[in-house]
T-cell receptor, first 116, second 114 residues
């Protein structure tokens, strides 16, 4: 079975440019999570969706960040305009979310973003 | 608020040694879940184990074992007879309730020398 798929795997861009990260969750999973990993802050949640609806976006740094999930098999995280401090590894994870208990989140390979 | 503390930052052992990675968590909720993930040098996050707050039974999987103690709010991970391939960053994580985010510890970098 295919795991969580993320693209691109690496992205180098210049400050001020728009960046779009993409994620395809595991088929059948209905919860999708975006995390960011930096040396300073470690792994932190940005936003998560359940059944394509954003549930918690309190981790989104600021208005420059936006995320969408137009259908059950695709999500995007967009940064516009990008800044050097956005340089990080961005992970997407998915799980089968039931109301009664917490299922395991499976992570994609991550997108390594460098903003110059 | 939830918190996960991994006080050890780096551990270095020689192959075949046993090593224990510590994890202490904080939450006021009675229903919660604990996880361990491995991040090898290649960068991906690999799921190792999930435990819920109602199951304090320790678990063993091959060379890996986990000790969950609610009395001390700890969920420690032991690797027996470590191998070079065990070299990675190991994260402990906590989620509260159902279908919610993971709160991660800072991670422990384990180096296993041949």
């Amino acid at each position: 079975d295919a795991g969580v798929i993320q693209s691109p795997r690496h992205e180098v861009t210049e400050m001020g440019q728009e960046v779009t990260l993409r994620c395809k969750p595991i088929s059948g999973h209905n919860s999708l999570f975006w995390y960011r990993q930096t040396m300073m802050r470690g792994l932190e949640l940005l936003i998560y969706f359940n059944n394509n609806v954003p549930i918690d976006d309190s981790g989104m740094p600021e208005d420059r960040f936006s995320a969408k999930m137009p259908n059950a098999s695709f999500s995007t995280l967009k940064i516009q305009p990008s800044e050097p401090r956005d340089s990080a590894v961005y992970f997407c994870a998915s799980s089968w979310g039931e109301r009664r208990y917490q299922e395991t989140q499976y992570f994609g390979p991550g997108t390594r973003l460098l903003v110059l | 608020a939830q918190k996960v503390t991994q006080a050890q930052t780096e551990i270095s052992v020689v192959e075949k040694e046993d090593v224990t990675l510590d994890c202490v968590y904080e939450t006021r909720d009675t229903t919660y879940y604990l996880f361990w993930y491995k991040q090898p040098p290649s960068g991906e996050l690999v799921f190792l184990i999930r435990r819920n707050s109602f199951d304090e039974q320790n678990e063993i999987s091959g060379r890996y074992s986990w000790n969950f103690q609610k009395s001390t709010s700890s969920f420690n991970f032991t690797i027996t007879a470590s191998q070079v391939v065990d070299s990675a960053v190991y994260f402990c994580a906590l989620s509260v309730g159902a279908n919610s985010k993971l709160t991660f510890g800072k991670g422990i970098t384990l180096s296993v020398r041949p």
